[in-house]
């Protein structure tokens, strides 16, 4: 069986996409966004049925946050943004989504083969 679509969820981006006080709790912020990818790693995403591997990469205050089942919460040790390139590269030969609205980050990766959305995939 082939493995299933690895999800890596840019934390800081996709919290910080939609401006609803995030800030003041920046670590509440990415456990209610960890919380909400729970579903997507059975049901899959539109164009990809589950189930998926989900990552979510946090950083910063956001370091704490624990997993969950289903949801792998990886803390970058330094820079966000290259803990999720280090796992694109990782996942070579395997189907990769990475979900951000970085523009440079989105290039990164895709270089390396991942396929890449926005924030509104994962926080509608």
Request: glycine letters at 10%; one cysteine or more; proline letters at 9%.
């Amino acid at each position: 069986m082939d493995a299933p679509l690895l999800l890596i969820v840019d934390a800081a981006n996709v919290v910080g996409s939609v401006p609803d006080g995030w800030w003041r709790d920046r670590r509440g912020a990415a456990e209610r966004l960890r919380d909400r990818l729970v579903p997507y790693a059975t049901e899959g995403l539109p164009e990809h049925p589950g189930p998926l591997d989900v990552v979510l990469v946090v950083e910063g205050a956001a370091r704490g946050v624990a997993s969950v089942p289903d949801v792998r919460v990886d803390p970058a040790s330094g820079s966000g943004d290259d803990r999720i390139v280090e796992l694109a590269a990782e996942a070579a030969g395997r189907p990769c989504l990475v979900v951000t609205a970085d523009r440079e980050l989105r290039r990164r990766v895709a270089e390396l083969g991942a396929d890449v959305t926005g924030p509104r995939t994962v926080r509608p």
